[in-house]
């Protein structure tokens, strides 16, 4: 039997909550000066976001769009201030209910989750299939096309109605998910807090698919990019249009036809920025590269300490020297 949220409206939308929401949210940010002026007039603003959302008058505002490179081209889409203090007042909430929802091994935008335990996940699921390396470990690894942009807006919803009894909370999400699209119906924008986890709980249907209706033991998702390993190739071949059949047919979405690999761990695997192989992993060539370019443009400590941090998570002895010869120079 599928649990349900046993929360209501009214504790989204508390100044209680909103005003806890705002704690979360202003961390790293208070220099900012649309936090400044929002700051100024803090609880009057509150307030009238309570007010409106307490008549249900609430309406999302527009956003301002702006691309980055992280390190490939991407276009960001942030809303008011306004709109990001209550993208948080829903999370608190919900969050801590749909996570409970989700499968262990998916890594993506989770507490206590994240890449480098995605990494170490790698590592067990790579002995397990190989029967600890007595037998050739494929992976088959999948990358989703253009996931953000092709969220159903439709099938979302559907999916949030059979985890939530409370109309009127589903009316606000529903004024979130239909503030953006990329295209009519489609599409949820990168800069919103609760973009990460609308596409965990749609991803989410796709993960229990592949746990218990295909009965995968080793598989591993972090947001579009997933892996399955198995000692069986042909298994693997023949799992793949079941996949891509789910995916097409319950959530729209589609496996980037560029980016479908089935190989052996003993030829090396790229996840995650690195490379794997039976008995180590090196750093991926695209991520060294952009390592030592940010270096030589920035080598304040925190910088150097970051990439440091990183490279203890695989076999990189000659990197790290390269990398304290650069910061002597």
Request: hydrophobic content about 35%; charged content about 30%; proline content about 3%.
């Amino acid at each position: 039997m599928r649990i349900k949220l046993t929360h209501a409206y009214k504790d989204i939308i508390s100044l209680e909550n909103l005003l806890l929401a705002w704690k979360e949210f202003i961390t790293g940010k208070k220099k900012r000066k649309d936090v400044q002026e929002f700051e100024r007039y803090l609880m009057g603003n509150i307030i009238s976001l309570h007010d409106d959302l307490d008549n249900k008058i609430y309406a999302h505002s527009s956003y301002e769009t702006f691309n980055i490179s992280d390190p490939k081209p991407r276009h960001i889409n942030k809303a008011k201030v306004r709109d990001r203090l209550l993208h948080h007042a829903i999370y608190r909430i919900l969050y801590p209910f749909f996570d409970r929802t989700f499968i262990s091994d998916s890594f993506s935008c989770r507490i206590n989750k994240g890449t480098h335990r995605a990494l170490n996940r790698f590592r067990q699921f790579e002995y397990k299939a190989s029967r600890n390396h007595t037998k050739t470990c494929w992976i088959l690894k999948c990358d989703i096309r253009k996931f953000f942009e092709n969220i159903d807006h439709e099938i979302l919803v559907e999916i949030l109605k059979k985890y939530i009894p409370d109309k009127n909370i589903l009316w606000l999400l529903e004024r979130v998910i239909y503030s953006f699209s990329t295209a009519p119906g489609r599409g949820l924008p990168l800069g919103n807090l609760t973009s990460q986890l609308f596409v965990n709980i749609y991803m989410n249907e796709f993960d229990q698919f592949v746990k218990h209706g295909l009965k995968v033991k080793h598989y591993i998702r972090y947001a579009d990019d997933f892996v399955v390993f198995s000692h069986d190739k042909t298994w693997l071949e023949e799992l793949l249009p079941r996949i891509a059949d789910f995916l097409k047919e319950r959530l729209k979405l589609q496996i980037h036809p560029d980016k479908i690999y089935l190989k052996t761990l003993a030829s090396g695997v790229d996840f995650l920025g690195w490379v794997h192989f039976p008995d180590h992993r090196t750093l991926r060539t695209t991520t060294k590269r952009r390592m030592f370019k940010k270096i030589k443009e920035n080598s304040k400590p925190e910088t150097v300490n970051s990439y440091l941090g990183l490279l203890k998570h695989g076999n990189t002895f000659n990197l790290k020297h390269q990398v304290e010869l650069l910061t002597e120079i």
